[in-house]
């Protein structure tokens, strides 16, 4: 039987030393806030900022909350990112996407100073973590390196593949892996014989956004398999990219959907205000 990944207790222990290290810091008289902008009421950016909010409030980190109207312009919402980026007690500034079809994500994401970009979407954050300088990593690969680091998995020489290239799971997933010293392989919606290069894997991460489309014919036995997918089912239930009834059998260790990569990216954020103190 394969070893399930269990992200709810990895992410619990990070939040947990994130507010161990919160306390210490409010000890020599420091204090750390995070500025959340929702723009709109997008019901599933509404959950997701509520836990954000709820998961700042757990580690001791205040959260400036800003709720913008739908028909909020550009220059409204670049106007407060760049009064935030100012002001001295806010340490990062984290804006929700998707936004409305008037504001260009681009622009909103090159106008957050990058000593603040939490979420590491940045293009100074993501050309750091490309020549291994310091700064803010993308929360969601970011929290599948601990997932595996702290499932006692190790990465180094092994072939790994990932499924899927954007610019928020699958490119920055890759380059972490690399730095981990992975044997690394990208795949993507142009990949021919994709089974065969998943064959291929050691440790597979799955970011392709198709439910259940990875069954054991991509599997190699004894492999070690991440499923970043998210997706809501009839009847309210949760699957992800992989169809884990089909792949647990086969292969060494997996992440469940939910609970295994989900709870990780907030506790990746969580980590991310933390050592924002210590870039700024
Ligand atoms: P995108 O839709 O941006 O990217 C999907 C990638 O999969 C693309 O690179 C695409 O290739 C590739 N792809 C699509 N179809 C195929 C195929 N048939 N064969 C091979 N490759 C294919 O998705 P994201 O990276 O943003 O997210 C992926 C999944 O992860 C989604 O289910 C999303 O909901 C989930 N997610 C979960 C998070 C969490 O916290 N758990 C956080 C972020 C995302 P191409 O580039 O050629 O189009």
New binding site residues.
Partial sequence: MAQIIDGKAISAQIKEECKEKVAALKAEGKSIALAVIQVGNDPASSVYVRNKKRACEYIGIESISYELPEETTQEELLALIGQLNEREDCNGILVQLPLPKQIDEDTVIRAIDPKKDVDGFHPQSVGALCIGQPGFLS??PA?IIQLLKRSGISIEGKECVV????N???KPMAILLLRENGTVTV?????KD?KEVCKRADILVV????PK?ITREYVKEGAVVID????RLEGNKLC??VDFEDVEPVCSAITPVPGG??P??IAMLMNNCVESLSLS
């Fill in positions: 929360c969601t929290g499924i899927g290239r954007s928020i799971v699958g795949t993507h919606s142009r990949t994709l970011a392709i956004g198709k489309m970043v997918g998210i997706h992800g990219d990569v989900g990780m990216t």
